[in-house]
């Protein structure tokens, strides 16, 4: 059995890079185009086992050649999926404009993924895990569902409130939730406000908020800032490496993979979020977020050894 379930989405990406993102109503020349398996799901799922994580991944795709293609992806990076099932007609697909400095602007299309539904989940699949990875880009009803059942079969609920909803999140599905790892923008959303670039201290209130509505452990994902860890009464600031992004599309994904990862090892909450923003801070190096974009575990040693005594940890509450 897997101790790192990922119950989510598939999608595959087509990707464009230009000198930047168009504005409404613009064309612009763009330098590349590529399509990569992803899905924020199927990411962090793919990032969980590439790092060495016993990983499942539950979703749906569709009957067509991407569906086949993101399967094997996963299957190719020691991922188990037995639990994808196939739904007739296309699978999802993710619109992603890259800029050359490293942003990104993405528009997804569910497709098979809004097939997903509740009974679609065994929980028989989740018995054993450490931890279930969850994400919002499937229908809120299976993403409740699935995280009732992680929390039945006692495992540890990680839920990726992306893309953030327009409306509240559900009080039962907070209550279900050990760990929220929103970034700057979703706790921004999730907490009623516009989003904005976050100060840590911002970010810290943000998450009082969230753990007020229910969430009792948030982790807010800073970007270049790193990420605010709020578990209980204690805030703590995990600063990020400095690196030159290339591309941070699903940047987010691979840090929850990496923070399960570490989590199902034994790792402390805080020590796990240093192992995932040092594995995300690689990742933004390398253009894409597939198997090229994923440190081996060699590489991580020697890069945190280069980071070591640079980046502290500060307490803000």
């Known amino acids: 059995m897997a101790n790192i379930v990922v119950v989510g989405s598939l999608n595959m990406d087509v990707v464009a890079v230009s000198p930047r993102i168009p504005v409404p109503g613009e064309t612009i020349i763009g330098n590349k185009y590529f ?13 969980a086992a590439r790092l060495g994580g016993k990983t499942a991944m539950l979703g749906r795709i569709g009957d067509d050649a991407f569906g086949a293609e993101m399967r094997k992806t996963l299957a190719d990076a020691g991922c188990d999926v037995s639990g994808i099932g196939i739904t007739p007609g296309t699978s999802g697909v993710a619109l992603i404009f890259v800029a050359e400095t490293g942003q990104n602007s993405i528009i997804v299309v569910p497709g098979a993924n809004d097939a997903f539904e509740p009974g679609h989940i065994d929980a028989a699949q989740l018995r054993g895990a450490t931890a279930v990875l969850l994400q919002l880009e499937n229908p809120m009803k299976t993403v409740l569902a699935a995280a009732q059942k992680a929390r039945q079969a006692g495992a540890r609920v990680i839920l990726d409130p992306a893309p953030a909803p327009a409306h509240p999140l559900p009080a039962e599905l907070l209550r279900s939730v050990d760990i929220l790892t929103p970034n700057e923008t979703e706790a921004a959303i999730l907490a009623g406000l516009a989003p ?81 923003n040092n594995v995300a801070a690689i990742s933004v190096t390398r253009l894409g977020h597939g198997e090229s974009a994923i440190p081996s575990r060699q590489e991580l040693a020697s890069f945190a050894r280069r980071t070591e005594g640079i980046l502290e940890a500060t307490t803000l509450a």
């Open 35 to 47: 399509t990569a398996a992803g899905g924020k799901g199927a990411n962090q799922a793919f990032a």
């Open 196 to 276: 904005s670039r976050l100060t840590p201290k911002e970010a810290v209130e943000l998450a009082r908020k969230l753990q007020a509505a229910g969430a009792s452990t948030v982790i807010v994902k800073l970007g270049d800032q790193g990420c605010v860890v709020v578990e209980g009464d204690t805030a703590t600031l995990l600063p990020a490496p400095h690196v030159n992004a290339m591309d941070t599309t699903g940047a987010g994904d691979v840090f929850n993979g990496a923070l399960a990862v570490g989590l199902s090892e034994g790792l402390s909450l805080c020590d796990a979020a240093v192992f995932a």
